[in-house]
């Protein structure tokens, strides 16, 4: 009587333990679908800001023949100024990823929930590291480039501190002074080379994201039918 007493007790506790074990893993699956919500959102403006640039740099072989016949037109080279000053890279939510990694959560999960999981986070690292050395060296590259071919004045009148914002863009008209610091169409070419791979990259980053959030949009509806959430 006393180990059947012994061995309900565990099966009970064990019983509980699953359970709890059960919520838990429920739990991070709907903290894991609202950070996929909260990220459609956010990349949905990182996908239009990429937008607004290769607009803007749209015109680059015109504005290259302009400026090369007469480096004192420069207006459209302002616009390539403009559009290509910041990046804005898209981070995702790692709140309930970090929560899943260092808790060893990813165990109270069923196995198709996790591998897809994982296979997104796959997915994102892999554009991240795009982001963060090919797109982020085009950045570079291209603002080494505006440093010396760029007059003083000019760039501070593009990039002049305003009171609660922070310096992204500026007002074209607000440019008086002469753009280019020399005549030196050497220069001038290597910077219309460093815009060009620069849009360029930016639409292979445009595209990614479209790609990442195809995904994201995709296990949205798989978590949402599968698991009944809201």
């Known amino acids: 009587m006393l180990f059947l007493a012994v061995f309900c007790g565990f099966l009970a506790e064990y019983q509980l333990e699953h359970k709890i074990e059960k919520e838990r893993g429920k739990q991070y699956l709907l903290s894991f679908y609202e950070d996929l919500k909260t990220d459609t959102g956010r ?12 607009v803007g740099l749209a015109n680059l072989k015109n504005c290259y023949d302009t400026v090369s016949k ?15 000053s910041i990046n ?8 309930t990823l970090n929560q899943l990694a260092n808790a060893g959560g990813f165990r109270l999960l069923k196995k198709e929930d996790a591998d897809s999981i994982v296979a ?38 593009m990039f002049k501190p305003q009171e609660g ?9 607000d440019v008086t002074a002469p753009v280019l610091f020399s ?3 050497e220069l001038l070419n290597k910077f219309f080379n460093d815009l060009l791979l620069y849009y360029r990259i930016t639409y292979n980053h445009k595209r990614m994201l479209l790609g990442l959030k195809s995904n994201q949009i995709s296990l949205i509806g798989y978590f949402k ?3 009944h959430l809201e």
């Open 43 to 54: 990349i949905s403006l990182t996908i239009d800001f990429d937008d607004e640039k290769l």
């Open 70 to 84: 007469n480096m004192a037109q420069t207006h459209c080279l302002l616009t390539m100024i403009k559009y290509s």
């Open 88 to 95: 804005r890279p898209f981070k995702m939510t790692e709140r």
């Open 120 to 157: 997104y986070q796959k997915i994102f690292n892999d554009f991240e590291d795009f982001q963060t050395t090919v797109y982020q060296d085009a950045q570079d590259n291209t603002r080494s480039t505006f440093n010396l071919v760029t007059n003083f004045n000019a760039n501070a009148q």
């Open 165 to 173: 914002k922070i310096i992204s863009t500026f007002d074209e008209k």
């Open 183 to 185: 005549n030196n169409k």
């Open 225 to 227: 039918n599968k698991h």
